[in-house]
């Protein structure tokens, strides 16, 4: 069966700094028309930076829309057309003052395809090494280290919370404990 949407006409309603809000009208595949809510956005990266000790560099920052401070792996926005991984390296230097010698794809992430088409790509650094933090002008955080099973053990408890973080630091446990 073919379950393709065809978009019929593009309604862009908000055209802001990070996101744009579309209401789209698309034919299904029976040939009705109905609606549909797009929130585009440019992607994003995030990366599990792993000590030679096992531990992991978050970050724990205040999000706006939650009204709460959440503990995250560092990530950042995509530009158009930047290559994910240099967006990543680019991210971990500014967050954390890291860089890395290796990286290794830990795939990418849908967060909520049923409203939005942003995609974040995921990688675990190792072999790092330390400068100074570049934080964004509106950008405050605190660095945390902590062992990856520490880690591993607040996901499943629901204490990370953050989507991105959950699933790249199981990814980088099952990556090193196959």
Known sequence: MNLDEKT???????????????????????GKNASREVVKHPGGVGIVALTEKGEVLLVNQFRYPYKAQILEIPAGKL???ED??????????EETGAAAEEYTSLGRLFPSPGYTNEIIYMYLAKNLSYGEMQL???EF????????KEAIDMV???ELVDSKTQIALLKTWYLLNP
Do not use: F, H
């Open 84 to 93: 994910p991984l240099e967006c990543g390296k680019r991210e971990l230097r």
């Open 136 to 138: 964004d002008d509106d």
């Open 141 to 148: 955080l605190d660095v945390i280290k902590m062992p990856l």
């Open 8 to 30: 019929v006409k593009e309604n862009v309603i908000y055209n802001g700094r990070i996101i744009s809000l579309s209401n789209d009208t698309v034919e299904l595949p029976n």
């Open 79 to 81: 530009t158009p057309g």
């Open 156 to 158: 499943m408890s629901g």
